[in-house]
């Protein structure tokens, strides 16, 4: 029997046409589907709709998980549509549906064919040209200008093209890697451009990135711009040069006049700041302290005369003739600001950098930028309409209710106490969208993150609020997305997506180059109540002489701040291929952290860090943790981060590891009170680590492996959680505990009541006394935080999010799985002398396997400071 259509729901709210927008989105599906079920797409009418259905992750028998739709939708001005996705074939067939699109290569020439046009690239030179399919239509010429910080043009070098996507009635993508060279022949900055040529629409898009590679050389521990691991660039653009003349016209806001122009003098936009009230915010410092923005919104330049406005412009330039048109955009540009567009009577530029004589651009080290742009030859004047404010399709929540794709996950037919609280994030006077002017949390290195405003609780009333960014803290992509999928609201998606853009981007240490401890890390501002002043990547800055933590002049990547979950789903519901990649980026990452990286030189490190102090306390006859992991968020985070690089790969070898890991960590017969974890300042974040242990038992039962490790964890889990029930408080219960007493903490409280909820269901046999445990904290969180001045808190807010679900909804385990007959856990690995040698014996072989020169000078180096 076929499973229920899926509906999939699109609203127009603009006084505008879209016409031939491209959308994508992810699907969930129970698993026991055959995998041969043949997904179709159809519109209100229930006539089939070309669409480009793929799986993006599978269940274990092999049935789709997740799959990723991608479609074009027409839709009249404030008009609502809903598709349904069928396991069926259609009984007929759209005209569009049996047009497949195909790109082929030629020497080094590639060329997609589409129904109306035909896109040729030059693999060499990187030159793209368009043409339309009827014989007097022109020529358009595509190319990329890059200057370096000395203004003299780069030159661009083609290292690999790929075709990602074909045989399908959509699109084909192309994903085209190279580096630009400065004047000089240096390798510059690195380049990746994913390119989309739809069947409809002449629609072609981008998604640009540049990167820098080279490692920050932080100097002290501290992260500022400035640093010699930077490049420094002077402009980006996409220029498209018409085979003749015709009128240029730039629309500077989709409700005003548009402007024209028939001569080769350009007309030209140009976003120089935010637009908004705090335009000139302390968050947009150069590398010298100082904020460089002269204009506070948008200019016009036309002739020789230019207009300064106070607003923000997402404008749309195009060329046209008497038969002819080609319409240009950028996505977010103002929200991404600079960005520039201009067109003459033959030529659009469309500037990701625009040049500006006051300053250059800088890339840190490991940083990268990822824009969209669009362009669609011979379309209308709502062509590109749909890029100020695109579409975001909204399944029936039901479906993922049914999917059972999110742990604990509660649809909106099951209230929960947190539920109003969460309101105030999203509507409310302080809520995410408002916070994000408070500090102009705008521009293209900013824009997505939230505004940690928790940091500036204890300033005085006449201080400006401290910059601080809240870098994903634990886990705002993966709460607002669990919002958007159980509500629909298209808010908390736009929330989503903005941050985990932002996150993959800018907040991940992309670099091979540096230590294995920070490379591919994601970067935390540990400096509390301090501004993070130039030290954009939320951590120490030197302008700070002082620290909030005593003796602590420095910091990086660090495991205590490692959130994946909200990058694995914002991958399944958008399709983003950055954010899976950034999953497994940050489990490598955690890897070598914590495991140490390859090499002698390595191995001698993680013996000084990992073994050398418990050897000598042990020599002394002091008593020593057996255990080779911290009992601490940090674990946690690991063990979570190998679970979501799982979800998005299949491979089994990340399940494995957390089963070690979770053996050298804790057992059931641990002597807890030991542990000392009522010490609530060093010992409150094992209860992270304990909810990653209720993660690890679900995705091992969703994938039937009711093996060893599921019950010793099973039976460790509810060791701690029984002892959590009989002695923890709240922690506010004894604020002379607490170095910062404040409603944090009362939120914080809020993990305590799911880990008793999800104990209930691990547990039935107690389920009642956990149950009653679980609501009686959570009564306390929430009426507490309903009365709190503090509720609005970025840092409140996101523990709720994160924390939503244990109390709504029930996970089902099959009985045999929850019994402890016939194992044998043995006893807790006992810290001799004798294992404790043996452990140091056994990684220092490891690393003179793993021994060469050149990675041992490249250890070394790092650690120098040396290039």
Not at 25 to 36: E, I
Not at 372 to 392: C, E, K, S
Request: glycine letters at 6%; proline letters at 6%; aromatic letters at 10%.
């Amino acid at each position: 029997m076929n499973p229920a259509p899926v509906l999939i729901t699109l609203n127009n709210p603009n006084a505008y046409r879209r016409y031939a927008e491209p959308v994508q989105f992810g699907v969930a599906l129970p698993k026991d589907l055959s995998p041969d079920l043949p997904w179709h797409l159809y519109d209100e009418q229930h006539e089939p709709l070309p669409a480009c259905i793929e799986t993006a992750a599978e269940w274990p028998n092999g049935s789709p998980k997740w799959l990723r739709v991608t479609t074009q939708i027409t839709l009249a001005p404030m008009q609502s549509q809903q598709l349904s996705l069928k396991p069926e074939r259609p009984s007929s067939t759209s005209p569009q549906h049996g047009t497949y699109l195909r790109v082929e290569q030629h020497n080094n020439a590639w060329q997609i064919s589409t129904p109306k046009h035909n896109f040729t690239l030059h693999g060499q030179t990187g030159q793209w040209q368009i043409k339309a399919l009827s014989a007097s239509s022109p020529t358009h010429t595509l190319d990329w200008q890059f200057n370096d910080a000395q203004q003299h043009p780069g030159t661009w070098v083609t290292e690999r093209i790929e075709p990602l996507a074909q045989d399908n009635p959509v699109f084909v993508e192309l994903l085209i890697h190279g580096h630009w060279r400065d004047h000089s022949g240096q390798r510059h900055i690195q380049v990746e451009h994913r390119v989309r040529c739809y069947a409809e629409g002449g629609l072609m898009t981008w998604a640009s990135r540049v990167h820098n590679p080279q490692r920050a050389r932080h100097n002290g521990g501290l992260w500022d711009l400035g640093d010699p691991g930077s490049v420094h660039f002077s402009a980006l653009a996409l220029r498209v040069q018409c085979s003749h003349s015709g009128i240029g016209h730039v629309q500077v806001t989709p409700d005003t006049v548009p402007l024209t122009t028939t001569t080769a003098e350009q007309l030209r936009v140009t976003q120089h700041a935010s637009g908004g009230d705090h335009w000139n915010s302390l968050n947009h410092m150069d590398a010298s302290g100082t904020v460089p923005l002269r204009y506070s919104g948008y200019s016009v330049a036309q002739a020789n005369d230019t207009t300064h406005t106070h607003g923000r412009a997402q404008p749309l330039a195009w060329w046209a003739d008497a038969k002819h048109s080609l319409y240009g955009g950028i996505s977010e540009f103002w929200q991404q600001f600079p960005s520039a567009l201009s067109s003459s009577n033959q030529h659009l530029e469309l500037a990701l950098f625009p040049a500006a004589s006051e300053h250059t651009h800088e890339l840190q080290g490991g940083e990268c930028k990822t824009q969209q742009l669009a362009l669609a030859f011979n379309g209308t004047t709502d062509a590109l309409a749909w890029l100020a404010t695109p579409l975001v399709p909204v399944v029936d929540t039901q479906a993922y209710a049914t999917a059972e794709v999110l742990p604990w996950f509660a649809h909106a037919d099951q209230p929960s106490p947190i539920d109003p609280l969460l309101a105030t994030g999203l509507s409310g006077p302080d809520n995410f969208f408002i916070k994000r002017e408070v500090i102009d949390e705008f521009g293209w290195r900013h824009f997505g993150d939230l505004f940690a405003d928790h940091e500036s609780l204890y300033q005085t009333p006449d201080q400006p609020p401290f910059i601080s960014h809240y870098n994903n803290q634990y886990d705002a992509i993966y709460g607002f997305a669990r919002q958007f999928v159980r509500t629909g609201d298209t808010r908390w998606f736009r929330l989503m997506d903005d941050l985990a853009r932002h996150v993959v981007d800018i907040d991940l240490y992309h670099t091979d180059a540096d230590r294995a401890e920070y490379n591919h890390g994601l970067f935390w501002h540990t400096d509390h109540y301090l501004p993070a002043s130039t030290a954009t990547h939320r951590t120490y800055s030197k302008y700070n002489s002082t620290s909030s933590i005593p003796g602590q002049t420095g910091g990086g990547p660090a495991a205590e701040h490692c959130y994946t979950t909200g990058l694995a789903y914002h991958h399944f519901l958008t399709g983003n291929p950055h954010s899976k990649q950034a999953v497994l980026d940050l489990a490598g990452w955690m890897i070598a952290l914590h495991d140490g990286g390859p090499g002698l030189l390595s191995a001698l490190w993680a013996v000084k860090r990992d073994y050398a102090g418990k050897l000598v306390a042990r020599l002394r006859g002091r008593k020593v943790s057996s255990y080779r992991y911290p009992f601490t968020r940090g674990t946690g985070n690991y063990l979570v981060a190998l679970i979501d690089a799982y979800e998005v790969s299949a491979e089994q070898r990340y399940l494995d590891r957390c089963a070690a890991i979770i053996r050298d960590t804790l057992h059931p017969q641990d002597d807890i009170d030991a542990r000392q974890l009522m010490t609530v300042e060093t010992g409150w974040s094992y209860l992270i680590l304990v909810q990653a242990l209720a993660r690890f038992l679900r995705t091992k039962a969703q994938a039937g492996q009711y093996d060893h490790s599921f019950t010793l964890t099973r039976a460790a889990f509810l060791a701690y959680t029984d002892w959590m029930r009989q002695h923890e408080q709240p922690f506010l219960s004894d604020p002379k505990q607490l170095e910062f007493p404040n409603d944090t903490w009362v939120a914080q409280d809020v993990r305590k009541a799911m880990l008793m909820f999800q104990a209930a269901d691990l547990d039935p046999e107690h389920a009642e006394h956990y149950r009653a445990q679980g609501q009686a904290w959570l009564d306390y969180v929430t009426q507490h935080l309903a009365q709190s001045s503090t509720l609005s808190f970025t840092r409140i807010q996101v523990i709720l999010l994160q924390n939503h679900g244990p109390d709504a909804a029930r996970e089902v385990f099959p009985p045999q799985a929850l019994t402890t007959a016939g194992f044998t856990f043995g006893k807790p690995p006992q810290a001799t002398l004798l294992r404790l040698l043996g452990l140091i014996i056994g990684r220092l072989w490891q690393g003179i396997r793993e021994f060469r020169p050149t990675r041992e000078r490249h250890w070394w180096n790092t650690r120098m400071n040396r290039s």
